[in-house]
């Protein structure tokens, strides 16, 4: 039988091979060139672009404004291309075009808007109802019975909410659900007040604040409970600050207090301070990714002279002298904004100018989102801006 034959080996063609390795080196490049300069190339205006790509906006960078409903102590929040506010006519939650997609009208005596990234928690302070919206409708609402009143509510990323309420029989009640509306773990505390609590970013853990008595003092703690077990796996001495609002970020807790700002380790237990020394605390946004936003003032009355920005390790990261009275604020991502009568200025974590607004057509609130792009509003209309 004749042999049979042997294949015959394919040549390579070396051009191809090139360009293989042009296009490999060009990749490698390309990514190198974006991590190194990341700022300089602003990823951030690419991802506004796709974003907003077919929203219309003026030579400034607003887009066309729309009515709101309006009301007393009106507060707003950016969710994933969107706007919610809350005020005293209620709950509205609308599309960055104006569309309307959940609403809940009703006269709250003490409005509150509490907001994630992803989802925002509408109630009355000392009342009984709230209301949470996410991806465009709302999702879950609560009434208290028995008389209870509602401290506060939060919501994380991933639409679990955490509700403290004081309620009969006890001094204070934590209540998680998950982002069916499902209660995952309910806390009750007879022996010391709950002040606040807040959920970790990826729901396994609750950090409750607690205030008691001791020897004629106040004190605080923060107790860590995983939300499968009714005992704190951890609780951390916070000296007596009193809280007043709270940020659970992946690696730290923080806490602000009337003359101080803590972040807590909840592996470590350790505690990092920064103090206000002789300052006056005139407000403070915990939204920033790693940083928080302080104003501060050099009098108990009158507005803040002092913008801050503060690392996890209580260190200041940069601080700027306020020449014009700050109408409103907000962080998030690695931005934060600062709203006067006469323009927006939205800037870096250390505080560079990255985008200013000059003409805010009387705007009086303001809202940032993680790409530094804005919501704008007055008592009557709202708008979001494009930084150009």
Not at 158 to 163: A, M, R
Not at 265 to 278: A, K, N, W
Not at 296 to 308: H, I, K, M, N, P
Not at 312 to 339: H, I, K, M, N, W
Request: with cysteine.
């Amino acid at each position: 039988a004749p042999a049979p034959k042997a294949k015959k080996q394919k040549k390579s063609n070396p051009l191809l091979r090139l360009l293989a390795l042009v296009v490999t080196a060009a990749l490698v490049l390309g990514a190198l060139v974006l991590v190194v300069y990341r700022d300089e190339l602003n990823l951030d205006a690419l991802k506004r672009w796709l974003a907003y790509r077919s929203l219309t906006t003026s030579e400034t960078g607003q887009a066309q404004p729309f009515t709101h409903a309006g009301g007393d102590k009106l507060s707003l929040a950016y969710l994933e291309s969107s706007a919610l506010l809350a005020s005293s006519a209620g709950a509205h939650y609308y599309s960055l075009t104006g569309e309307k997609y959940a609403e809940e009208v009703l006269a709250p005596e003490n409005p509150v808007l509490s907001a994630s990234a992803t989802a925002g928690v509408v109630y009355d302070a000392g009342g009984q109802s709230l209301f949470l919206f996410r991806k465009g409708q709302e999702t879950f609402s609560l009434t208290l019975e028995g008389g209870g009143d509602l401290l506060s509510a939060r919501v994380n990323d991933s639409g679990w909410l955490t509700v403290t309420a004081q309620q009969s029989g006890y001094k204070g009640v934590v209540t998680v659900y998950n982002a069916e509306g499902g209660q995952v773990i309910q806390i009750s505390l007879s022996s010391t007040f709950v002040v606040d609590a807040a959920l970790s970013p990826d729901c396994k853990t609750v950090a409750v604040i607690t205030m008691g008595q001791e020897e004629g003092s106040f004190y605080s703690r923060v107790l860590f409970y995983p939300v499968d077990q009714t005992e704190p796996s951890a609780q951390v001495s916070l000296g007596g600050i009193t809280a007043l609002d709270l940020d659970y970020e992946e690696e730290q807790l923080w806490i602000l207090g009337e003359d101080r700002l803590l972040t807590v380790d909840p592996e470590e237990g350790s505690v990092q301070t920064y103090s206000f020394g002789r300052l006056y605390l005139k407000g403070c946004s915990l939204g920033g990714d790693g940083f928080a936003l302080l104003l501060l003032g050099r009098y108990r009355a009158g507005s803040a002279s002092l913008a801050a920005t503060i690392s996890p390790q209580g260190e200041v990261l940069a601080q700027t002298d306020l020449t014009a009275q700050v109408l409103d604020f907000d962080s998030a991502g690695r931005y934060c904004a600062l709203l006067t009568g006469s323009s927006l200025t939205v800037l870096s974590q250390e505080l560079i100018p990255y985008s200013t607004l000059e003409s805010t057509m009387g705007a009086r609130y303001t809202a940032l989102a993680s790409d530094g792009s804005a919501l704008l509003a007055d008592d009557q209309e709202l708008w979001l801006y494009l930084p150009q």
